[in-house]
């Protein structure tokens, strides 16, 4: 019997395939590619950066203008990822540009507006392209009007009023705070009273419009849906999650395996499965390419990999004060990432010092990540919070032990050894501080040195872990219905 697939039009600031910066993009690839999987109708909408590949060759469906918006046109592009169709809005006034978000640390000061704008095209082209989703799912603050507009702006117009809204929250952290002022162009907000978005007198938060105005929101793992009710983990606006409670889910992302699976990974010396030889050998191959690309020595010895966003998020913050007493022990540890310069100057001191040791990348390089990935023996999280977490699942499947901290989806995904040694998959440590990150470092390292054959059964057994996205794609459909 053949159920109705449903018509989904997936809006999110960036996708991975076409131009990323985080993993928003890994979601907004790997999510619409597993509900196509399921038989749905799923495009997928994002804004038409300089950085967009191909953007340029890319076919114009559409070339208009926003009724209600001053003196601005943009056409819309026709592209895809693998086989979901994507439209690219193309807007030179706000997208192109050298970055995404900002420059040189400095986020462009236009960014409330320039949102606001790509959230009401995603909605203007639905009728010019005579294209009727069932379901708008949102993502995060830079589409957070895009309920708000949907439910506002086009509630009493026939080729709207049925369509839904979804709202994921991929983290919190970020809430798109905005005058009234900045947001002039929306005519909703000339009134300045929204109290849907409203923080202050003055000001607005375009995620506060999305959690207040989506039919369903979720977050990108249970544990964070959770945290987000409380005052310590709602980022400021537990109130709001809690108001909407009812309809407020959380969903585990999934693991692209199309990108991330060593026995296919076209960024290794060596290809590698989780029996135990094919695992070591690949492993060993990666770990002294690794220790060349990043000027350690190649020795056989333990290997601690981070790859992240330079922020406070990522706990960096409880590694700094640790790591003269970690690096006293015989490992090597190295950390590719961007963001926060001052984190960054003390990373690059560090490493200055324990030049041996301790490599720092200051660097975004998808290729070096993967090759981190397969060539450490363990990965590091320590998250303050961790919304999901994407590496974690990742070094499971190169048979990387994470050592995370167990918030969010870390706490979701991996099993801590000493809770379960049968079914652990890495370590897991919960108090936030420096002293219980290097407790759990050390346990790792007593692992690794004193019980290698026990160490390789872990490495194995993470391996055969299973975060596949149909699983996730099911729920997010599930989601989809009930709205
Ligand atoms: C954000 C979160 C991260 C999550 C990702 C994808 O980057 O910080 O935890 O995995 O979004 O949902």
Redesign the pocket.
Known sequence: MATKSLSILFVASEAEGLIKS???A??AKALPEALLNLDQDVRLCIPAYRKVSNIQESKVLLETRIDMWPHTEYKVRELSIADVPVYAIDCPKYFDREEMYAENNQAYADNGERFAFFSAACLDMLRKLSYKPDVIHANDWHTGLVPYLLKNRYKEDTFYSSMKSVLTV??AVFKGVFSYEELHCLLEFHSRFVPEAAISSTHVTMLKAGVMSADKINA?SPSYAEELKTELGGHGMHKEFKTRERDLVGIL?GCDYSSWNPETDEFLPQAYSSDIKSMKKGKKLAKSTLQGEVGLKKRDVAMYGMVCRLTNQKGIHYLLPILDKFLSHDVQLVIVGTGDPILASQLKELSAIHGEKFAFIEAYNNRLAHLVEAGSDFFLMPSEF?????NQIYSMAYGTLPIVRGVG?LKDSVIDYYQDRNAATGFVFYEPTPVDLLLTLLNSLLLYTQNPKEMERLQSYAMKQDFCWKNAAQEYLDLYYSA
């Open positions: 985080g993993g928003l890994d979601v991929h983290n990108v992302n961790e919304p999901c977490g994407l989806g």
